[in-house]
């Protein structure tokens, strides 16, 4: 299983590697998360033995459970291990998720924000965030349509306790990874549009590409993608 872990991983930065030659990119540019969403901690902690050093999670209740696992399966080892929230965020779990998790990918309103700088703040910490964007117009995805965008970030920058770092998007599911192309194109840029804009604003990060389409991601400037099949194997119930 160890071996498995290192070879899957191993395959996946190769993929990134490639993609970011492709594109004149440097491959370090690019952070890789494995998304660990309904694998048990064994497998994060694997791929953390064999190098990974950030993991996604999409259910609260879920990492709750899993993280501390993780940690006592790492040892001292889990302390440069990362964890991003990335799925839909209920607000009556901000404050599970503020003292879980470094980073939360799916913030898409500005309740959410208020509560997760108040949990933050209470354990004495400053969150990572993104902000993510809904480009597919799917309402069971979460995220802000572009018009709501510059509302948010002003919103989000008041927040001592919240570091607004960048966007995200989850493009709809398609067998072509060619599908993602455009949405990938306009995240970064709303991106660079928004940031021309707002004076002193950065958002470095642009959190865009999965298992099938990692490749156009980075050709389109991510820099990271999240991976959960190709790292963790596939997935029951999908
Ligand atoms: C599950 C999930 C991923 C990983 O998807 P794969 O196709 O398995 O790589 C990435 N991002 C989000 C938000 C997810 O829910």
Redesign the pocket.
């Given at each position: 299983m160890a071996d498995d872990a290192a070879t899957r991983l191993a395959a996946v930065r190769e993929r990134i590697a490639r993609a970011a030659a492709r594109a004149g990119r440097r491959p370090e540019e690019i952070t890789l998360i494995g998304?660990a969403?309904r694998k048990p901690a064994e497998a994060v902690a694997a791929a953390a033995a064999a190098g990974l050093t950030h993991a996604?999670e999409?259910f609260v209740q879920e990492a709750r459970v899993k993280i501390p696992r993780v940690a006592a399966l790492l040892g001292p080892r889990a302390a440069s291990l990362r964890w991003h929230f990335?799925?839909r965020l209920q607000t009556n779990k901000a404050k599970l998720a503020a003292s879980l998790f470094d980073q939360v990918e799916?913030l898409d309103r500005l309740e959410l924000a208020l509560a997760l700088d108040r949990h933050a703040a209470a354990a004495g910490r400053t969150l990572d965030v993104l902000i993510q964007l809904n480009l597919c117009a799917e309402p069971q995805k979460g995220g802000v349509t572009p018009d709501e965008l510059g509302e948010l970030v002003l919103g989000v920058q008041k927040h001592a306790h919240l570091r607004l770092r960048g966007l995200m998007t989850?493009p709809a599911a398609s067998a072509d990874p060619e599908a993602s192309r455009p949405i990938f194109a306009r995240l970064r840029a709303l991106r660079d549009t928004l940031c021309g804009r707002v004076s002193g604003l950065t958002l470095p990060e642009l959190s865009m590409g999965?298992?099938?389409d990692l490749e156009v991601a980075i050709e389109e400037g991510a820099t990271s993608v999240?991976?959960?099949?190709?790292l963790f194997g596939a997935?029951e119930g999908t």
């Open positions: 998304v969403k996604g999409n990335v799925g799916s989850v999965m298992s099938a999240r991976v959960g099949t190709a997935r």
